[in-house]
């Protein structure tokens, strides 16, 4: 009986992560609360958690609480890539890599003034949603998409639309993070660059990240393809050991 209980409620929670009614990143109710919710022991919802960890769903911090993943995307019409697994999620890299230096490279060559000072309020944006990685992942894609928009090929930016936000992956490893840290920004020529942040590997992980795109920001401000081809094959080659770190496949660390 409990293990259809906690069927029950593993697909009660699926649904709300998946529909983004518990966005990645946000906290999801406490065992009490989901206990007296769907009438059920916290022995069940306990057990439906664990599942949900192991779908790679759900990330449980001790002494925190759960904390939704970016759910996996479900194919549609338009045949949309769809990253279910760690293989999955590597290949996602693999093709963005093809995909995301070009259109960094023409960006470079194309931009226009408008969509430079874009790209640095995004950056600027992002940089500031330190702790916050549902809101991050939000601004990551949107910075990405506009290096698509950027490059003025509209086959480029309709291949970046079909992966969506669900590119840009919600590591275990931007939940985990200590109860200190800030943020800082600036721009190409002027402020500090970089925010600062602490994580358990010991800090600098989201400042790496947002460094990674300053570092593309600024081939596209210096209108250099090359560079900004470089800069964005550094950031996602960057992103797969991240992924590769945190997933626990890379015994190297």
Not at 44 to 67: C, F, P
Not at 155 to 165: S, V
Not at 213 to 232: E, F, K, Y
């Amino acid at each position: 009986m409990a293990q259809t209980l906690s069927g029950t409620l593993v697909e009660a929670l699926r649904t709300r992560i998946v529909n983004g009614d518990i966005a990645p990143g946000e906290k999801l109710p406490s065992e009490p609360r989901l206990a007296v919710e769907h009438q059920v022991s916290r022995t069940v919802v306990r057990e439906a958690i664990a599942r949900l960890n192991l779908e790679g769903l759900v990330h449980t911090r001790r002494g925190s609480g759960s904390y939704a993943l970016t759910p996996p995307a479900e194919a549609d019409d338009g045949g949309a890539p769809v990253a279910r697994s760690l293989a999955d999620r590597l290949a996602l890299v693999e093709y963005r890599l093809a995909l995301e230096s070009e259109a960094a490279a023409l960006a470079a060559t194309r931009r226009t003034s408008a969509q430079l000072a874009a790209l640095g309020d995004r950056l600027d944006a992002l940089a500031s949603s330190d702790g916050h990685p549902a809101t991050a992942m939000q601004h990551d894609f949107a910075f990405h998409r506009l290096v698509a928009e950027a490059a003025g090929n509209r086959f480029l930016l309709e291949a970046l639309d079909r992966l969506g936000p669900q590119m840009i992956a919600m590591p275990r490893g931007r939940l985990d993070r200590s109860d200190d840290g800030g943020a800082g920004n600036g721009r190409p020529g002027g402020g500090p660059a970089g925010a600062s942040g602490a994580d358990p590997h010991g800090g600098g992980r989201f400042a790496g990240v947002v460094q990674e795109h300053r570092a593309v920001l600024d081939a596209l401000a210096a209108q250099d393809p090359l560079a900004a081809s470089a800069a964005m094959r550094v950031h996602l080659a960057s992103s797969r050991r991240r992924l590769l770190q945190e997933s626990g496949a890379d015994a190297a660390g």
